[in-house]
């Protein structure tokens, strides 16, 4: 499948209410989210950054540039953000994004997702996720593959709500790959 076959418009943006009542509005990332995207990644605790980058990284401005300029066809990045935050809370909610890695075929992206640790436990990752999982099977993607901390239990139950687990395995000390069979939106046609 040719990319450019694969492509689907990315979703407008929308709000939702999260669990305390708060609302956030979910929209495609665009290149004026960097410093967003660096104030939510200068936010996330240590266990945070781990779990998402099994490490703890810092990202240099080549990293914010890269991960500000999805190209919305073979790198779709959605994200969260609260216009009026509560006090205590940026603005930057949460990102997941969908890599194709064309080495593993045209229908299988990378899945990642982030969420800033005072909006954790709210739902939104689990919305932003929906979201993504339909674009990304609107896009032509079919499976995902997904690297993470072997006790992050919160990103596999998020995913198995949009997907079926085809296959797991160790990578190192802490670090599982799981694959994906994405399911198909239930707006897809039948």
């Given at each position: 499948m040719d990319s450019s076959s694969a492509f689907a418009a990315p979703p407008p943006p929308r709000f939702v209410t999260l669990r305390d009542g708060s609302r956030v509005v979910l929209r495609p990332l665009e290149p004026a989210d960097e410093p967003l995207l660096r104030e939510g990644f200068a936010r996330l605790g240590r266990d945070s950054v781990f779990k998402r980058f099994l490490g703890v990284p810092h990202l240099g401005d080549e990293a914010f540039a890269y991960l500000c300029h999805p190209d919305q066809v073979d790198h779709l990045a959605l994200g969260a953000e609260c216009p009026e935050p509560p006090a205590g809370r940026g603005r930057g909610v949460a990102i997941a994004r969908s890599i194709r890695?064309?080495?593993e075929g045209e229908d299988v992206s990378e899945v990642a997702i982030a969420v800033a640790d005072e909006w954790q436990?709210?739902?939104i990752g689990r919305r932003v996720l929906d979201a993504l999982a339909a674009w990304a099977w609107r896009s032509g993607v079919r499976r995902w593959y997904a690297l993470s901390t072997t006790d992050n239990e919160g990103i596999q139950r998020a995913l198995e709500r949009v997907a079926?687990?085809?296959?797991?395995?160790?990578e190192g000390p802490g670090a599982l790959s799981t694959w994906w069979a994405l399911r198909p939106p239930d707006d897809a046609p039948g």
């Open positions: 890695v064309r080495e436990r709210l739902g079926e687990p085809l296959h797991r395995r160790i």
